[in-house]
């Protein structure tokens, strides 16, 4: 294992901060890991010296997962490896990558798998909640289009994953979030897309938001795979359009336009550019918060409630697809019967502002709750895990859990506890 940085040390500082600037930790030692040889030195050095163990890649938990105060924080980001295999449509990644070198990677052959929609997220915390982006309703989620896992355990011995390979674990590791191990290496399945995307937006005044999005829900249900719809509500506005992947997508267009008068924004770009274009160029100094709910359906009580924004912002985006072809059975990931996903979100930058900000975010998530039917396991933030999970598969997770990691030493994540352990309180509250 390379030296351990330590406060007052180069690069400190850096390696502690996060997306989220609420979190402001201070491990007493930070690993950073270039191989899997130093994440097994890590883990050991930690459970020797019973530090608690934080694992970093893109930092993008909101409740600051990845640094632990005290602990260690074992950082994966110089792993950051990449190779593509093209003609076998593989990419092999390592456990620090982010999702922009992924894409990137891929890209130079034009193939792509399923990424999140931010190019500064880790591959890593992305695809062991589930992983959903613009590719899913035509590939699945990106857990389901991982191959192979090459995992640390708890005891800092080396395992692989796949469909013949440890299978339960596999099964675990495809939604089941970092509560098993390390995982040092993704092997993914690749598709070929092209370079190509399609971004259309309609807005309109907030007075017309009922309308445009039942309009808009109706439409959802016939989309073409290659389509995600996105919806987003602010104060003043109601958004609608979609997401197109690969050729073709202006056939939508008449149909939206049809909805009314409305300012329009229809633009191509390349995927890469489609894959960055949400990024946060001014990086992780904003104070962040947000809530998220699942919706099997969207009725029209639900969307008067969506309309009641109390000066924050709200997204829906749309699912099914491939992703509700896997059976629930399949992976750990649940809820694949969702229609649509709401998130609502807010940063800032005065830290006075955080019972305020904090608090109208919780009331209007609470007022959308009747209609949910869980929520995403990444979008989890003082939630009880069974939001991510029904019973049964929490159940066969905590088996699972129980197995690899007896002792809850991955327990900075959305934590699956193993069977008689105590409760873990979270950084952050509900």
Not at 219 to 238: G, N
Not at 303 to 313: C, D, F, M, N, W
Request: aromatic share 10%.
């Amino acid at each position: 294992m390379n030296k351990l940085l330590q406060a007052g040390d180069a690069g400190y500082d850096e390696a502690r901060s996060v997306w989220n600037a609420m979190v402001d930790c201070h491990p007493a030692a930070i690993a950073r890991c270039h191989d899997t040889a130093d994440v097994v030195a890590a883990v050991r050095f930690a459970r020797e010296t019973g530090l608690e163990i934080g694992v970093r890649c893109g930092g993008h938990s909101i409740a600051g997962h990845a640094v632990p105060d005290g602990g260690l924080m074992i950082d994966l980001t110089p792993m950051n490896a990449v190779r593509v295999a093209p003609e076998r449509k593989r990419a092999y990644v390592q456990g620090g990558a982010l999702l922009g070198e992924l894409d990137k990677a891929a890209q130079r052959y034009g193939l792509a798998t399923t990424a999140g929609n931010v190019s500064h997220t880790g591959v890593g915390g992305l695809t062991l909640g589930g992983g959903m982006g613009w590719l899913a309703r035509q590939f699945g989620l990106a857990c389901d289009n991982v191959v192979s896992y090459e995992l640390v355990t708890a005891d800092g011995d080396v395992v692989r994953a796949s469909a013949d390979e440890n299978s339960e674990l596999f099964w675990g590791l495809r939604g089941g979030g970092g509560n098993f191990g390390i995982v040092t290496s993704f092997e993914f399945r690749l598709h070929h897309i092209g370079t190509r995307a399609l971004v259309a937006e309609f807005r309109y005044p907030s007075a017309a938001g009922f309308d445009v999005l039942r309009a808009w829900r109706e439409l959802s249900t016939t989309a073409p795979r290659e389509a995600t719809f996105t919806a987003s509500i602010t104060a003043d506005a109601v958004t609608v359009g979609y997401v197109w992947v690969g050729d073709g997508g202006y056939e939508l267009l008449d149909a939206f336009q049809a909805l009314g008068p409305a300012d329009e924004y229809v633009e191509e770009m390349p995927y890469l550019t489609l894959q960055s274009r949400d990024d946060s160029v001014q990086g992780h100094r904003y104070r962040r918060y947000w809530k998220g709910h699942y919706f099997k359906s969207l009725p029209d009580d639900a969307i008067h409630a969506l309309l009641r924004t109390p000066g924050v912002s709200a997204s829906l985006q749309a699912y099914g697809g491939a992703i509700a072809d896997v059976a629930d059975d399949d992976a750990a990931f649940s809820h694949r019967d969702t229609q649509f996903e709401f998130v609502t979100a807010t940063r800032w930058e005065d830290p006075a502002e955080d019972p305020t900000r904090i608090a109208r975010l919780r009331d209007y998530a609470a007022t959308l709750a009747p209609y949910a039917g869980g929520a995403y396991l990444n979008v989890l933030n003082g939630d009880s895990i069974d939001r991510a999970f029904p019973p049964a598969k929490l159940a066969r997770l905590t088996a699972l859990k129980t197995q690899y990691d007896p002792h809850n030493t991955f327990h900075l994540n959305q934590n699956i506890r193993p069977a008689g352990s105590a409760a873990v309180v979270g950084m952050m509250g509900g």
